[in-house]
Structures are given as C-alpha cells and as structure tokens.
C-alpha cells in the first residue's frame, strides 16, 4: 500500500493523480490502481476497461467522448510521453470549453483522472509512445463523438513546433468532429 496524492486542477473535477513511486535498483514498482485509495481520495468510480494503445511522434487521438455510456478515464502512460488534454464540455460550467494539459511521462506515476463531462485528447511526442487508460463504461461505437482538436475556440497550445512536426497525423474520423460553436453538449454541470 503506497500513499496516493491527488491535486486539484484550475477544471472542477480534473485531478492529477501521483502513486507512491518505489524504486530501487532492479526498477521501480507502483500501485497504478487500488480501489480502496482511490476511494477514500474521492474517485469512485468502478472502471470496467482498460485501453492500451500505441502511437508515433506525431500522432494525435481526439478529442473524444462517448455518449450516451459517457466514460470516466484515468490515463497513464507506459512508454514514451504524451500531451494529454481535457476540455470541459459540461454546460453551465464556469470553465466550458476551457482545456487543461499535462505532460504524463514514462518512469513518472502521474495520471491524469478525466471524470464524465469531458473531451479528451492526446499528442504523443515520441515514437512507440504507449498509453494506458482505464474507462469506467464500455466502448459503444455508436455512442462515440469528439470535438475538432485544432478548434480556434479551444486554443490548445499543442507542442507541435517542440517536437519538429508541421502537422499531427490524425485519424480520418478525427479530422471530422464538430467545434466548439457547433458541439451540442450531452452533459451538464452539477
Ligand atoms: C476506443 C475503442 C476503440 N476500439 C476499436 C475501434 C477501432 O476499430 C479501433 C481504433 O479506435 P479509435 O480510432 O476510436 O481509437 P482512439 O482514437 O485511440 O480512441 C481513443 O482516443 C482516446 C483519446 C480516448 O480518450 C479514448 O476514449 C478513445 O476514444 O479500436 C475498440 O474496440 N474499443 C474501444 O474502447
């Protein structure tokens, strides 16, 4: 049982979540998930996946979210970094359509808890950079939904330039999804 610290972030229920991080001279070992922690720290959630995916430097996956079957996601990273992205799209809330960003790392135990309410979205910035997420509902395609990435609206400083790439390479769904001005947001504030 390692201590678990969880910091609040400018998003009202965007937390970065920081497990004890035992290292020693054979590794490291780190509890990526413990219920009871998690608990008691105030993410209830049940997850019922868990995602692993891989990408290029380069490679831009969002902005996305399920509905309905809307999905809460804890996002880690395995190998290489990422740029990880949550924008609120709760309407009512007084951060609408504001995003926060961190960088989530290999050989570093942060995590990024992105609750139900959000559009989530990440650059990896190295090659063969892998991502695991837990998800608290399952995949339902037909529910899948996203926001543009590149919206002039959201003005998410993506780190392009810093990694010497013009333009992220997308997936042809992602090139697609509605702007902010245009989004009709299933969720609200509470
Ligand atoms: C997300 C997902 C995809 N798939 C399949 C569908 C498709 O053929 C293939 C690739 O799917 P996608 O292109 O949607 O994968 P990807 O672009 O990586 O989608 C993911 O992006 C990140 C940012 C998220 O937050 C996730 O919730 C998810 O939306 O994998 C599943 O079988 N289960 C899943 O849960």
Known sequence: MGKLTI?????AGILLVVPQYFKDSRGF??????????SHAGI???????????????????????????QGKLVRVLKGSIYD??????????????????TLREN?????????????????????TEVMYKVTDLYYPSGDAGLLWNDPDLNIPWPLD?????????????TKHPILSELRSPFTYV
Not at 7 to 11: D, I, R
Not at 29 to 38: G, H, W
Not at 88 to 101: N, Q, V
């Open 7 to 11: 910091t609040k972030t400018p998003l």
């Open 85 to 102: 992205v949550a924008v609120d799209i709760r309407i009512g809330s007084p951060t609408y359509g504001k995003p926060f960003a961190v």
């Open 108 to 128: 570093d135990p942060a995590m990024l808890y992105i609750p139900v309410g959000f559009a989530h979205g990440f650059l990896a910035l190295e090659d063969d």
């Open 29 to 38: 070992f780190v509890e990526s998930y413990n219920k009871k922690d998690f």
């Open 162 to 174: 810093i990694i010497g790439i013009k333009e992220p390479i997308l997936s042809e769904k992602d």
């Open 44 to 70: 209830t959630d049940e997850f019922v996946q868990d995602n692993h995916s891989k990408s290029q430097k380069g490679v831009l996956r969002g902005l996305h979210y399920q509905y309905p079957h809307a």
